[in-house]
């Protein structure tokens, strides 16, 4: 008996998630079918590829030899899929598309409707990882960040950028005063990222000479924007969110801008990454222009000049 694209499918997924049960979440289907699936394609080579104990999964040496072999199999099928149905003049297939919490309520969910309209034959999947992730590892076509790149071997393109405000909700300013000046921040609960520390740079004057933004230390941390967004709508402290992710709170009174008259320009840049090939899957590419046109236009974003609209990270 041969082995079938499907149980290759379901080994990669297990051996990317090391866990029988979040495999089957990615696959939506039973732990049971994916267990099930995975024993049939290790009776068929007759070999054990994934160790499974009470307390982990992990690759054999048989089964870190294959996945690679794994992978590129899967990928050639998915590429022979996609040249047959462009024949028909739309990309089709699966794409893969990962972007923080935050990135995906307020984003892309509202932009998805209009894609699958336009590129119904595309099959999305979508995954939320709050930190940077490894494209290839974890099998990610596309990827949404906000935040300045690192340098590596990706190509990214900058899709938009959204302005940084200071905030805090009525209730919160109503208890603890108004700030006048910058200096007034030391009074007050500072919501803030736990790490990195350069998401804690807000648009407002810095402290000391020689450098450009005010550096804010956190009296409440947390490692997701949108936990400290939903903090400062609770009336816990002072927080720097980008429009982006606010513009409803703004706009119904959840939140009002601290400091107005001293911020500084400080904007996020949304770029779309993905990895390097000779030639860009007509998926890829389909998602990418659709939100470079989308995304200028969305509440709390700001069109990309033209100089900068794209380049190449690493």
Known sequence: MKITL??????????????????????????STVSRVLARLEDKLQTTLISRTTRRLHLTDEGSSFVEDARNIVSAAERAEERVLLRRGQPAGSLRVDAATPVMLHVLAPLLPGYHAKFPEVRLQLSSNEGFVDLLEQRIDLAIRVGELKDSSLHSRLLCHSPMRVLASPSYLARHGMPEKVSDLAQHVILG??????????????????????????????????????????????????????????????????????????????????????????????????????????????????ARRSRHVG
């Open 193 to 306: 990222f736990s790490h990195p520390s350069q998401l804690n740079v807000w648009p407002l004057p810095a402290e000391h000479v020689g450098t450009r933004f005010f550096q804010a230390r956190p009296t409440l941390g947390a490692s997701s924007g949108e936990t400290l967004r939903a903090l400062a709508v609770q009336g816990m402290g002072i927080t720097a969110q980008a429009d982006f992710m606010t513009h409803e709170d703004r706009a119904t009174g959840r939140l009002v801008e601290v400091l107005a008259a001293h911020r500084v320009e400080l904007l996020r840049p949304v770029h779309a990454v993905y990895y390097q090939h000779t030639a860009v899957s007509a998926r890829i590419a389909s998602m990418v222009q659709y939100l470079a046109n989308a995304l200028p236009g969305a509440p709390g974003m700001q069109r990309v000049q033209p």
């Open 6 to 31: 499907e149980e290759l499918q379901v080994f990669l997924s297990v051996a990317d998630s090391v866990s029988l049960s979040a495999a089957a979440q990615k696959l939506d289907q039973p732990v």
